[in-house]
């Protein structure tokens, strides 16, 4: 059996071209491997080989991802790769987010197996490890005697076609996807047994580790609120009337931007709920109740601040995914932005 | 949502019922809500009496946007 | 106080001309006649029936409770007490069952967060109503009629239904096939009973926050409990009955709280290396003065019972995670050990944050599974119920109900595929 073909992506430094000064190159192949790709074949075990190199410089992948991305593709291709190999990109930022881009787009525009190294640190781990396999290094390169077999097995078993087990199975970093399975128990049985060795002090391993939230830096306070263009939005699900865009009582995938122009409440002959969370009739028969128009109206023409923004907007919070719920407020929060809205109330249920 | 509308610089306010849950996940100024189904009203009460607690809540958001804060803040009474 | 089960296995279904369970085990069910009974309530304009086996490519959809046919045959109490039942305590005596049947009620959608039944397909393993013979009760409503009054009737009529055909199949002669013995001793003497086993105790927190999403404990709305105690015997007798149906994943229906296998593994354990001390009761309220007040009362009356250790299982997603963390932050202070059982909403593509609320003291969960995970459900022969709904379904978006009569959605419309009692195998892991 022909083994398998492997390309091998190097930066400037490890493609042996040269330092920072060198940062600046472009994509370009050399046949079989190269510095560290040399350390592959022992561990690859005549399955498969490094047939090509192909080496891009931090500074220029950086500079031009896109663009970047493409020449780098296009060069693999040309060597009728099977797989690909990134790095390993132990500390360095640059090459980590190229290692990881590299990787991702071999996986997602030339379908083929790809996988990475780095040390857990390396920004490229946080931006790639949801949709990249990345092997943990060490912060430098004396760790390549570690990470050379472990990411050769992986690779080998990834042609393989066999199914990648969890990330403590196999030995790469948590991608932090959850994915369903099924036990050999039931789960009332699992969590009195979890209850029991806990009691003993025996270890356990939880099936759900907590997460950590992070913190936003606390935008400063307005000062000036008799001059302020403030916005309303709710994550409680009032629509319009009939639901136009048809935002989902659960697991929302959309929100809605809608105008306040001309109307003075939030009333049910206008809106309606559309969130499956909560029992809806109080919403339903007046959504001031979730969305206080009424009074922001009140409070406008008195002058307690300047001037409500006309648009608003609105989705439903029920089960929505993290992810979601923060592509959503990343593109109102620049939309408001740039609208020139000084401060926002969000209504929740 | 709320903290990514903040990441922009826009000073926001949560109003919501679960408190725990906005303090875990990390809204910086929260105003409690009435109830889940009705943050805003309460169908108990007539219609006046519910805008009147409609209205103090939205007051109190607006207190809170003008508010400085060092860290996450729950403006209570 | 000792209950046993007297079960009667099922091994299918079929009209018949008197109700009852044939020699070769197959449940007899006299369609007329519970017909009759089901329309004394005048709140259907209509009423329909039909049968699902496991195996049959069938479909009922939408669910909204199911219920598992039981009746009392000795000792106080009634099943459903407090709801078809007279209100006086159940939970001791015999009571038959009818093993392996179930009956599932149906029909005219009341909210959105009904859901689907699967009896043959890759979804059908994913909930345990496969695996039940179904008599399937469809409904519609009079014209005009208030939504809490329908949910009210359908809820009823299930119940109604599910004793009928336990109790007309014992007057027949049905006899039990097994007997299981549920027995504990008063609380004085299993704290001397067993000195040196760890005394744990079941945290069951109910969904109780209105129009389909209420729960019910010897009929009375447990929203308005305090924490409470209850002898798990009761819930075999049909103490607590479901009123919600949110999302269909993870709701609890009746059945389960028949069947809580919370109550079942402290039970198999109970002497053995646990002493099962009771089971306490509190309930998932809209409100944050509500929510502190169940989970202070309900860890404190742990703490009175001098638990070590608590089991404690959600019902629900999203605002009920803080009652879970609340109870589980609470607890940990306490000095009672605790292990949780809950599903996660981790996103179509598992990548996102589980839980709602979080605290680092809640180290031992168990996951029921991610909801949000996309299934797709095949074509179906037959369809029980409309599938009008499935759009608008929690776990359903526009374009999930396709032409051919597949079905995308995600695992959380199909009915107890993530049950946080811990029912099913299913759970998840991080890649």
């Known amino acids: 059996m022909k083994p398998y073909r492997i390309v091998h992506y190097l930066n400037q430094f490890f493609g042996g071209v040269g330092g920072e000064e ?112 990345i092997v943990p290094t060490s912060d430098n390169a004396r760790g390549i005697k570690d990470a050379v077999p472990a990411m050769s097995r992986l690779i080998l078993k990834m042609l393989s076609g066999e199914t990648l087990g969890s990330a403590a199975e196999e030995g790469y970093m948590e991608r932090g996807i959850r994915v369903n399975c099924f036990h050999h128990r039931p789960g009332a049985e699992r969590a009195v047994e979890m209850l029991l060795s806990k009691l003993r002090g025996e270890p356990f391993a939880t099936e759900y580790p907590m997460p950590n939230f992070d913190r936003v830096p606390i935008a400063p306070a307005l000062k000036d609120i008799k001059n302020a263009t403030i916005a309303l939005l709710t994550d409680g699900g009032i629509v319009p009337k009939g639901n136009p865009d048809r935002i989902e009582s659960s697991s929302a995938t959309r929100y809605g931007t809608y105008s306040f122009a001309g109307i003075d409440s939030a009333t049910d002959k206008l809106y309606a709920t559309a969130h499956g969370g909560y029992d809806p009739t109080y919403a339903n028969h007046d959504p001031n109740r979730v969305l206080p128009l009424d009074v922001m109206r009140d409070l406008e023409r008195e002058g307690a601040f300047g001037k409500l923004y006309e648009t608003w907007y609105s989705t439903v919070g029920n089960g929505t995914s993290v992810a979601m719920a923060r592509k959503f407020g990343e593109e109102m929060g620049q939309a408001l932005k740039a609208a020139g809205v000084d401060a926002v109330i969000l209504t929740s249920t | 949502m709320v903290k990514e509308i903040e990441r922009v610089g826009l000073p926001i306010v949560h109003i919501c019922t679960i408190i725990p849950i906005s303090l875990t996940v990390g809204a910086n100024r929260i105003v409690p809500a009435i109830a889940i189904p009705h943050p805003l009203g309460d169908p108990s009460k007539t219609p006046e009496e519910e805008k009147l607690l409609r209205r103090r809540i939205v007051e109190k958001s607006l207190l809170a946007l003008q508010t400085e804060i060092t860290e996450q803040t729950v403006f209570n009474d | ?337 605790t292990v949780l059982i809950t599903d996660e909403f981790a996103g179509r593509d598992g990548a996102s944050q589980s839980l709602a609320d979080a605290t680092p003291e809640a180290d031992a969960v168990v996951s029921t599974g991610n909801a949000n995970m996309m299934i797709e459900l095949p074509p179906v022969e037959r369809v029980i119920g409309y599938t009008d709904y499935v759009d608008v379904i929690a776990g359903g978006f526009s374009g999930s109900l396709r032409e051919d009569g597949s079905i995308e959605v995600e695992l959380q419309a199909i009915t107890g595929a993530t049950c946080e009692l811990g029912f099913n195998r299913t759970g998840a892991k991080t890649l």
Request: some cysteine.
């Open chain 3, 1 to 337: 106080m000792k209950l046993e089960l007297h079960k009667a296995r099922v091994r299918g279904i079929q009209w018949g001309g008197k109700t009852a369970l044939g020699g070769n085990r197959v449940l007899q069910v006299n369609r007329a006649e519970l017909m009759e009974l089901l329309a004394e309530d005048g709140r259907f304009a209509s009423i329909d029936m039909d049968i699902a086996r496991p195996g049959e490519s069938v479909r009922i959809v939408p669910v909204k409770d199911v219920i598992e046919p039981r009746c009392k045959i000795e000792g106080s109490g009634e099943m459903f007490p407090g709801m078809v039942g007279d209100v006086e305590s159940a939970g001791e005596g015999k009571t038959f069952v009818l093993e392996g049947a179930a009956v599932v009620t149906c029909g005219k959608i009341v909210g959105f967060q009904e859901g689907i039944i699967d009896m043959s397909g890759n979804a059908a393993e994913y909930t345990p109503f496969s695996c039940t013979y179904n008599l399937a009760l469809i409904f519609q409503p009079t014209e005009g009629l208030e939504i809490y009054e329908y949910e009210q009737a359908c809820r009823l009529a299930g119940l109604k239904a599910a004793l009928y055909l336990a109790r007309k199949a014992h007057e027949a002669g049905a006899g039990a096939d097994n007997v299981e013995t549920y027995e504990l001793p008063s609380m004085t003497e299993s704290f001397t009973k067993f000195p040196n086993l760890p005394k744990v105790a079941y945290l069951y927190q109910l969904q109780t926050q209105g129009l389909l999403h209420d729960s019910y404990v010897y009929g009375l709305d447990a929203k308005r409990l305090l924490s409470t105690l209850i002898h798990p015997n009761e819930t075999m007798d049909g103490a607590i009955v479901s009123g919600n149906c949110v999302s269909a994943c993870d709701k609890n229906s009746t059945f389960v709280h028949q069947n809580n296998p919370v109550i079942k593994a402290l039970y198999a354990r109970h002497g053995v290396d646990v002493n099962f001390v009771g089971v306490i009761l509190t309930n998932e309220n809209v409100t944050l003065a509500d929510k502190r007040r169940s989970s202070a009362y309900a860890v404190k009356l742990a703490s009175m019972l001098g638990v070590e250790g608590l089991v404690i299982s959600e019902e629900g997603f999203g605002n009920p995670d803080a009652d879970l963390i609340m109870n589980c932050r609470r607890a940990e202070s306490a000095g009672i050990r």
């Open chain 1, 22 to 133: 060198k940062a600046d190159i472009k994509p370009e192949s050399r046949e079989g491997a190269v510095g560290p790709g040399v350390a592959f074949k022992a561990a690859l075990k005549g399955e498969a080989e490094i047939v090509g190199t192909v080496i891009c410089g931090d500074g220029y992948f950086a500079e031009n991802m896109e663009k970047a991305t493409g020449e780098i593709l296009a060069l693999i291709a040309a060597f009728k790769a099977d797989a690909v190999i990134t790095g390993p990109a132990f500390n360095a930022g640059r090459y980590g987010a190229a290692c990881g881009a590299v990787a991702d787009a071999v996986r997602a525009k030339l379908d083929l197996p790809a996988l990475s190294g780095m040390y857990e640190e390396n920004p490229g781990v946080d931006l790639y490890r949801k949709s990249v396999v």
